[in-house]
């Protein structure tokens, strides 16, 4: 009965995600009626869908429960994390949104093939599935510990797994990008309001900030803002700049925005909506190590929520959920925007016509989901497998770089060779003995390999990129 509640809240909230969803059906069939309308919204996002698109697919369960459980043991510090997030999705409004809009692009493979040929956009789209694929295993992942840990009398862990994969690939399947936006609208809401209300109810119960400064361990380190460690900091943030510019599912926001001012204006939004977030839910976790010494860090956060009265309870497990499917819904549309757009539709040898288009999308969403669903099942360690995918996106955001800023030392080789060196540099870091790590994080060496492969490229390679018609 403790946990009635809570359940009828969650209820409530899919209903109206389900609600949203319907009505953004009829939204797709405005333009072509085909694949960009289903994945791309028609090209007509405002500016208000572009930010909460954006602001969903950065808190997620990294962004929350992760983030409360570093803070249980590093403090405020740990909300950096979204901090640097928020950067990213800064830095991209702007100087890059409005330019990724005006050349009316799809993916960002799309673009490589553009300037570098089939070959460049086939490794393009390897690396994309896998970074994009990863991310979505882990939502799943995510939104199962979530509902296990708060409501472990409905939800086993395998059976949160399925709930949220049936919620998030049942918005994406019925409503596309449309539907991903407008939800996304309802979950930022709810995100804000639960993790908002859960912070002031469990920091008032101890008596404010002071209160929480005092109850803390003196080993703790509280509110300094570098106990994390600067290196760590500056990790994220590399990370994050560079993933906002080049992976799939945050550029493709920008894609679907209604014009390059409206994408301008999202991302920048997006970023101060994102902001906060970090910094409340580690207090959360800060507030844990108070009341509850001695736990397991993963269990920060979950603890706090359980000791709080049902309702309220409910309404912040709503806003934790929420933070999970609102990532994962984007991520989903952006590897099937992969998939049919730079495989089946670029190298088959058929036409087709509009609304089979959004039947082969469907379909695409489908398989893929089944298919992270599986990967998800080996998944362990959240928040550093998710931080090592990222890394990926160094050498695609070098080559989106280049490609706008400075043509002339692109080569029509630069693509192949700078995506394939990264890719061999992750493998190597992954399995090469500790003693050979000299970097504190992957990111350092594979943007090194990344600028030393391009260069190398650009001084042997003579051949210009390909200049677009």
Not at 196 to 222: C, D, F, N, R, Y
Not at 406 to 418: D, E, F, H, N
């Amino acid at each position: 009965m403790t946990h009635l509640i809570p359940l009828l809240v969650v209820l409530v909230y899919l209903l109206a995600l389900f609600a949203v969803t319907w009505w953004a059906r009829r939204l797709n069939d405005k333009g072509d009626g085909g694949s960009v309308g289903y994945l791309l919204a028609g090209r007509g996002l405002p500016t208000v869908v572009v930010a909460a698109m954006l602001a969903g697919l950065a808190v997620g369960g990294a962004s929350t429960i992760g983030v409360a459980e570093r803070a249980y043991s590093v403090g405020i510090s740990a909300g950096w994390y979204n901090a640097a997030w928020a950067a990213g999705a800064m830095i991209m409004g702007l100087f890059a949104a409005k330019r990724y809009r005006r050349w009316e692009l799809t993916t960002l493979p799309e673009l490589f093939e553009r300037h570098y040929g089939v070959g460049g956009r086939l490794l393009g789209v390897l690396g994309q599935l896998i970074i994009q694929m990863v991310i979505t295993s882990l939502q799943y992942v995510a939104g199962g510990a979530i509902l296990s840990s708060l409501m472990p009398e409905v939800f086993s862990f395998h059976a949160g797994m399925a709930a949220t994969a049936v919620v998030f690939v049942g918005i994406t399947l019925i409503g596309g990008f449309w539907a991903a936006g407008l939800t996304n609208v309802v979950n930022v809401i709810v995100i804000y309001f639960g993790i908002i209300l859960g912070a002031v109810l469990t920091v008032g119960k101890l008596g404010g900030i002071s209160g929480l400064q005092a109850g803390l361990p003196t080993e703790h380190p509280g509110f300094d803002l570098d106990a994390v460690g600067t290196g760590l900091i500056l990790a994220w943030f590399i990370v994050m700049i560079t993933m906002s510019h080049s992976t799939q599912s945050v550029i493709q926001v920008g894609f679907a925005a209604k014009d390059e001012k409206t994408a301008g204006r999202g991302y920048l939004l997006g970023a101060a909506i994102i902001a906060p977030v970090g910094f409340i839910s580690a207090l959360l976790g800060m507030a844990a190590t108070v009341l509850y010494p001695g736990i397991v860090p993963a269990e920060a956060l979950p603890k706090v929520v359980l000791g709080l009265p049902p309702l309220a309870a409910g309404i912040i497990l709503a806003g934790l959920w929420a933070a999970d499917v609102s990532t994962a819904s984007a991520l989903l549309l952006g590897s099937a925007t992969l998939v049919t757009n730079d495989l089946i539709r670029r190298f088959g040898p058929w036409e087709i016509s509009a609304s089979r288009d959004q039947l082969l999308c469907r379909v695409t969403v489908a398989v893929l989901s089944i298919i992270t669903f599986a990967l998800a099942l080996t998944v362990t360690g959240i928040l550093k497998m998710l931080l090592v995918a990222l890394t990926l996106t160094t050498s695609y955001t070098l080559l989106v770089l280049m490609t706008m800023l400075a043509p002339k030392l692109c080569r029509r080789g630069s693509a192949v060779w700078t995506l394939g060196a990264t890719k061999l540099a992750l493998v190597f870091w992954l399995l090469a003995p500790e003693e050979l790590k000299v970097f504190p994080h992957p990111v350092y060496f594979l943007w090194l390999v990344s600028l030393v492969a391009f260069f190398v490229v650009a001084i042997f390679d003579r051949r210009g990129i390909l200049e677009e018609e």
